[in-house]
């Protein structure tokens, strides 16, 4: 197929964790697709997770700010994308207490940016009978924007928003942004929540891969509090499995929770991961958890996240493929196995990749 007849698909924030499998898994499944992965490469956009596929003909890196709006205009209107599944934003809960106003810039405002450039195109390429259904903006978020619950329950897609952090109120704001302009403007969009991921290409300042890096170095495991909050994982190709269902089937308008159905404490998490550490690494049992170091509790730390994922399941067909062991397991092979990606993302060696080598306009 010619590249200029594909569908137009603009991925952002695909040089990060979930972006890049979610790129891989597009530009691998969908060879009708063009593939645009636009990502700032802040610290956490490394397009080294995505060598496997940077020379498939079917994809493309833009290096570009979502909080641009000239800029992202212009590659709008340059591009004509079809469809757009949102990813770009900063992530990382901590980084939001230090720097609330830069979670405030990239999520709310690159989001809306990126809605406005849609519209643009979108409304006007289709103002005679309003029929724009060949396009969809797909905005990717997290189960944070429920807050955080008690002993029971889950979050529902009914469930109200209560932020606490910074970070998760940027991607609730966001969030009602991209409804409102279903709601004003008829956009179709499409929201997911999803629970907390894990998996290769994960940067090693959450909690599974610094684990994973700090067990392997012998330095200490910091473990926010008692360890006693309690977090909802999934595997980070199961999310990717999951936007592409929703992505394709999905009801435009509606709201889909993705979750694992895998409630850890940290603390038993980190347990479990000690565990698997000492047997890949040979060490006596016990050995790692003695690196286990309880430190100072995150402010506004929530007690616990749980997703109920029904409505995807049931709708949409989606299931989780891997119980927690198994993935968990898979995970601390990977980072094994990669230790020249995890060397250069602790070296900061990553952000010459794109200077350096590979570069496609
Ligand atoms: P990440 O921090 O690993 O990656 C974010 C990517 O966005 C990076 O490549 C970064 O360079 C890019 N980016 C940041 N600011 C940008 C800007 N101004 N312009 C263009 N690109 C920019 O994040 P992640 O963990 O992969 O999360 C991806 C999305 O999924 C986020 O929207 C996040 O809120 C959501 N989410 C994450 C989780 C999780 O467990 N990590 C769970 C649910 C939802
Ligand atoms: P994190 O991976 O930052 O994800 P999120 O805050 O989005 O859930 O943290 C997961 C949990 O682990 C959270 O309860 C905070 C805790 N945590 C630690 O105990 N120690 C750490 O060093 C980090 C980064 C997190």
Redesign the pocket.
């Given at each position: 197929m010619n590249p200029s007849t594909k569908k137009k698909l603009l991925i952002?924030?695909g040089?990060?964790?979930?972006?890049s499998h979610v790129v891989r898994l597009f530009v691998n499944k969908y060879p009708e697709y063009q593939v645009f992965n636009?990502?700032?490469?802040?610290y956490?956009?490394n397009l080294e997770n995505l060598r496997d596929i940077e020379k498939k003909p079917n994809y493309q890196f833009v290096k570009?700010?979502?909080?641009d709006a000239e800029f992202i205009g212009s590659l709008f209107n340059t591009h004509q994308f079809d469809a757009v599944i949102h990813?770009?934003?900063?992530?990382?809960v901590d980084r939001s207490i230090s720097n609330p106003l830069e979670f405030v810039v990239?999520n709310v405002l690159?989001t809306v940016n990126l809605l406005n450039a849609a519209r643009q195109i979108w409304l006007k390429s289709n103002s005679v009978n309003g029929d724009i259904s060949s396009h969809m903006f797909y905005h990717?978020?997290?189960?944070e924007v429920y807050g955080s619950l008690g002993e029971t329950g889950l979050f529902t897609e009914e469930t109200k928003y209560d932020p606490h952090s910074p970070y998760s109120a940027s991607?609730a704001s966001s969030d009602h942004f991209v409804r409102a302009y279903h709601d004003t403007y008829r956009l179709p969009v499409l929201i997911s929540n999803?629970?907390?991921?894990y998996g290769s290409f994960h940067?090693p300042e959450k909690l599974i891969p610094l684990a994973i890096h700090n067990i392997k170095n012998n330095l200490p495991i910091p473990v926010y509090g008692k360890g006693e909050n309690i977090r909802d994982w999934l595997f980070v190709e199961d999310h990717a499995r999951a936007i592409d269902v929703i992505f394709h089937k999905g009801k435009t308008g509606e709201t889909y929770n993705i979750g694992g159905n895998n409630e850890w404490t940290n603390i038993d998490l980190i347990r479990l991961l000690c565990q698997i550490m000492d047997e890949k690494l040979n060490r006596e049992d016990g050995e790692s958890a003695k690196l286990i170091t309880f430190v100072k509790d995150r402010a506004g730390h929530d007690l616990r996240y749980a997703i109920d994922s029904s409505k995807l399941q049931r709708e949409l067909g989606w299931q989780p493929s891997l119980i927690f062991e198994e993935g968990l397991e898979k995970t601390v092979e990977w980072y094994l196995a990669n230790e020249e990606w995890l060397n250069h993302v602790t070296s900061g060696a990553y952000q010459k990749y794109y200077e350096g080598q590979y570069v496609k306009r």
């Open positions: 952002t924030g040089a990060g964790f979930i972006g636009l990502d700032k490469l802040t956490a956009g570009g700010d979502i909080t990813l770009a934003a900063e992530s990382h990239t690159g990717v978020s997290t189960d991607k999803c629970s907390n991921n940067f």
